[in-house]
């Protein structure tokens, strides 16, 4: 079946760096991408999100490309901090029912 | 004020129990859903309803059972719990349309023993 995936599961960087977190998607119908943050002992939580008629979105500290042609998501997340520190999610929406498929994750750690 | 509340949030039962999850929301949306998340953290569609009626049914075993007694509320009751139930289960909502993100509760980490 159709499913999307991370190419890194754990990522390191130092406190003060960009990170980039990569994302690969197979489902050509996906049409609304959405990054989702989870904290240890919380739920996922919502970061920013891209529609496939855009190929860029920007928020605060955070940006998400988006490259139909070889579909690929990524999110960018400038000058990283200690609360950054978390799993990071890429998920798909499709079908009628507008059903979330999430990625496997991405360990995102800072370090000092 | 919590958006999207799971009760309880620790659960651990023997094996053979019958035992629910509660999921309740304030946002006003039309839409939940719950989610398994493994020890590897991936996180799996179980069920979804919209409007109390199930509009997404996952292969899952039919000793999960949701219910929803209405668009505020979505239940999760699990009959004959086995050890490979164990995970963390996630309710969430969303409204009903194209481009909407999801809201996920805090989870209710559920072990078998």
């Known amino acids: 079946g159709e499913s999307v995936g991370l190419h890194l599961p754990t990522l390191s960087v130092q406190e003060g760096d960009n990170s980039i977190i990569n994302c690969a998607y197979s489902?050509?119908?996906?049409?609304?991408f959405i990054w989702y943050k989870q904290e240890s002992g919380k739920g996922p939580q919502f970061i920013i999100d891209i529609r496939s008629n855009m190929d860029k979105r920007q928020g605060q500290r955070v940006t998400v490309l988006l490259n139909k042609t070889v579909k690929h998501l990524s999110l960018q997340i400038a000058a990283t901090q200690p609360g950054d520190s978390a799993v990071y999610f890429c998920a798909e929406v499709t079908g009628s029912a507008r059903q979330l498929t999430f990625g496997s994750g991405t360990q995102l750690t800072v370090l000092p | 004020d919590t958006a999207v509340s799971q009760t309880p949030k620790y659960l651990v039962t023997q094996m053979g129990n019958d035992k629910s999850i509660k999921c309740e929301q304030n946002l006003g949306h039309d839409t939940m859903y719950w989610y398994k998340q493994d020890s590897k953290k991936f996180l799996k569609i179980m069920f979804s309803y919209n409007n109390k009626e199930l509009i997404i049914n996952e292969t899952v075993p039919n000793r999960f059972s949701p219910k929803s007694p209405d668009k505020a509320h979505l239940n999760l009751h699990i009959n004959s719990l086995e050890l490979g139930d164990s995970a963390v289960y996630f309710c969430?909502?969303?409204?009903?349309?194209?481009?909407?993100?999801?809201?996920f509760g805090s989870g209710t980490r559920l072990t078998v023993v």
């Open positions: 489902n050509s119908a996906s049409d609304y």
């Open positions: 969430a909502s969303s409204s009903a349309g194209a481009y909407y993100g999801y809201t």
